[in-house]
């Protein structure tokens, strides 16, 4: 007999879910799951997403461990997102590490398996911060503040940073230089905190020059912080010791004027006799700049710097140079010429012919010339004759451009009128339309004196006051000062006026405006005072411009100053014994004051320019005995120009 039992069947188990680690997120950084990240922060938690809920104790299941192995202690948190676990720490984590979050396998209520996963990062690089920068006790991370003063002989920085600093690497990565990069020998010293840092220097410092005081290198710090290279920068105090031995004032002025002749006898091109643009200029000789060198002849006659015969032979040379060689357009030169050749050098693009403003500055030097030459002399009367020839040359109403009521600036016989530049007031070309009226030959009429110039009234300034000072004419706080300047070399403001204005007083309140405004000093550069004073166009640290106190780049130049000693006899006198005694270690050279210079941004000049040189050696003249406005007043085309023109004048 047969017992027989059914055999229990084995359930099967459900198939599970798969768990995945969708994505991971720090501070809205995607972390890579299967690989390393970079950059991450060593503050901001991270955020781990899965799937699908994980429904565990998930602490248990998660481990954080440093690139030695050592445990991080985490903490957790779930946010709204069921699927979103945060993962945090404190203290934060350390720079430039390598982390571990070990994400164990588990299986979350019989439903989903996880096979574990591990996310790797390696955290941002620390920035290196300075909590304080102080220079004898000026504070050097304020940069709305320029530190100047500070004592040469004994200089102290003192450098406070959040992180400690590797003592060994200070050497390379903190150093002290001049203006032009040249090391400084200096202390440096870590002080007991190990955060601040001393910079003391050696031997004294050079007075009145700018130092930047440079920290570089991500080694700064005995931790892995990256720091940006920056620099600091102070001004040293002033030496006001004495550079040279007293002398008087016109021994001074002489001094000025017989070196500063030198850039025109010396810089005079040997065939052409006129003078080089500046003294790098080789071949390139200027018609504005080389009347300013003629002007400057006849003092350095009057003053005995040359003898009258080697005056006379060297004016020789460039009048028949300019009566032969120069290339003319209308009876009018270029702006610059070969002094070899006597062909035009473009001055600029489309400028390759005559320059009305430059000519007119050549003819006021020569009817100033004229005057002085003696036509008893038949050497002497023969220049006379040639400069006769040249003026009556001068077609000053071919520049009305075809009869318009203005004259023009330029005109080649390549591009025509094409440059189309309008001489109109108020600028430096008061003397083109007193020379035009006054033409026999080729005059204008006096109302393009009026309407061009004058702008039927436009130049009239209407009341705009500066520092207490009303100028006549308008230009914003006058503009450069070389408008008061060039055309009144040989033309004399004392007396003059028309119904527009009294030159005198124009010349005098533009030059006390500019003085003015360099005592205010509003964009703070190094060195401004009532002594160091002076904008007008020249060489600067980032290239030739019409400085101004509108066109304010920290640039000052003597030319400026001392040019202006006719209308403000104090204020320049008191610049020029600065620029000489105070300043002339750096400034006084072989022809005299450098071009020009900028304290705030330690450079000087290693220029001298004619047109800036000019009008040192005449306005000294003319305030000191009046002989170049006496001569070019006494000439009978300018009293018919300035009668012609309404002018009133003694």
């Excluded at 450079?603 to 047109?611: Q, T």
Aim: glycine residues 8%; proline residues 4%; negative net charge.
């Amino acid at each position: 007999m047969w017992v027989g039992c059914d055999e229990k069947e084995e359930t099967a188990k459900p198939e599970l879910l798969q768990l995945q680690l969708v994505s991971a997120f720090s501070d809205n950084m995607l972390l890579d799951v299967n690989d390393l990240t970079n950059d991450v922060s060593v503050t901001a938690p991270i955020r781990v997403k899965f799937n699908n809920p994980p429904s565990v104790a998930i602490e248990e299941h998660i481990n954080m461990i440093d690139e030695n192995g050592n445990r991080v202690s985490l903490v957790f948190a779930m946010l709204n997102d069921p699927n979103t676990i945060e993962l945090s720490w404190s203290p934060p984590l350390k720079y430039q590490q390598t982390y571990k979050i070990i994400f164990s396998p588990f299986i979350a209520n019989d439903q989903y398996e996880f096979e574990g996963n591990t996310i790797r990062f390696r955290t941002q690089p620390g920035l290196l911060s300075l909590l304080g920068l102080k220079v004898n006790g000026e504070d050097l991370l304020d940069q709305d503040k320029r530190v100047t003063g500070i004592d040469s002989e004994s200089m102290i920085v003192q450098a406070k940073f959040d992180q400690l600093i590797n003592s060994e690497a200070l050497e390379d990565n903190v150093r002290l230089v001049e203006r032009n990069g040249t090391p400084v020998n200096i202390d440096l010293a870590l002080e007991a905190d190990r955060q601040t840092v001393s910079v003391t220097n050696k031997s004294p410092l050079k007075n009145y020059h700018k130092y930047r005081l440079i920290i570089d290198g991500d080694e700064l710090a005995v931790e892995p912080f990256d720091f940006q290279q920056t620099e600091f920068s102070f001004y040293t105090r002033l030496d006001s010791t004495l550079k040279f031995p007293l002398i008087s004032d016109n021994e001074l002025l002489t001094l000025i004027q017989r070196q500063t002749f030198k850039y025109f006898w010396d810089f005079g091109h040997p065939v052409s006799g006129l003078t080089r643009e500046r003294n790098t200029s080789g071949e390139t000789v200027t018609i504005g700049g080389s009347g300013f060198g003629i002007m400057s002849i006849i003092v350095g006659m009057e003053r005995g710097f040359i003898t009258r015969e080697e005056g006379i032979e060297r004016l020789d040379k460039i009048l028949a140079f300019l009566h032969g060689k120069a290339e003319r357009f209308h009876g009018i030169w270029s702006h610059w010429l070969n002094g070899t050749t006597g062909e035009v050098i473009d001055f600029s693009p489309n400028d390759n012919g005559a320059d009305l403003v430059e000519s007119a500055f050549m003819a006021q030097a020569l009817i100033t010339l004229r005057q002085y030459l003696d036509a008893t002399n038949p050497q002497e009367n023969a220049l006379i004759e040639l400069i006769n020839e040249l003026w009556d040359d001068m077609e000053w109403d071919w520049f009305t451009q075809g009869g318009q009521n203005v004259l023009y600036w330029h005109w080649s016989p390549n591009f025509g009128w094409e440059k189309n530049l309008a001489i109109r007031g108020w600028n430096e070309a008061l003397i083109v339309y007193v020379l035009a009226a006054g033409s026999e030959n080729y005059g204008i009429d006096t109302e393009i004196y009026h309407s061009g110039w004058a702008r039927s009234g436009g130049m009239l300034n209407n009341g705009s006051s500066y520092y207490g000072y009303t100028l006549p004419l308008r230009s914003d706080r006058g503009g450069p000062l070389f408008f008061s300047h060039y055309s009144f070399l040989g033309l004399d403001p004392r007396n003059l006026s028309d119904q527009y204005a009294e030159y005198w007083t124009q010349n005098v309140t533009h030059s006390l405006i500019n003085h003015r405004y360099c005592i205010e000093n509003p964009k703070d550069f190094v060195g401004y005072s009532s002594n160091l004073w002076g904008l007008t166009a020249s060489d600067g640290n980032a290239g030739y411009s019409a400085h101004s106190p509108d066109n304010d780049r920290g640039v000052i130049t003597p030319t400026a100053a001392i040019s202006s000693l006719p209308y403000t006899p104090e204020e320049s006198m008191n610049a020029i014994r600065h620029f000489y005694y105070i300043l002339g270690d750096d400034l006084w050279g072989e022809y005299g004051f450098y071009d020009a210079f900028n304290i705030t941004e330690g450079w000087v000049a290693d220029s001298y320019l004619a047109i800036d040189q000019g009008p040192i050696i005449i306005m000294i003249e003319n305030h000191r005995s009046g002989l170049l406005w006496d001569l070019f007043m006494s000439a009978p085309e300018v009293s018919n120009g300035l009668t012609k023109l309404g002018f009133t004048y003694e």
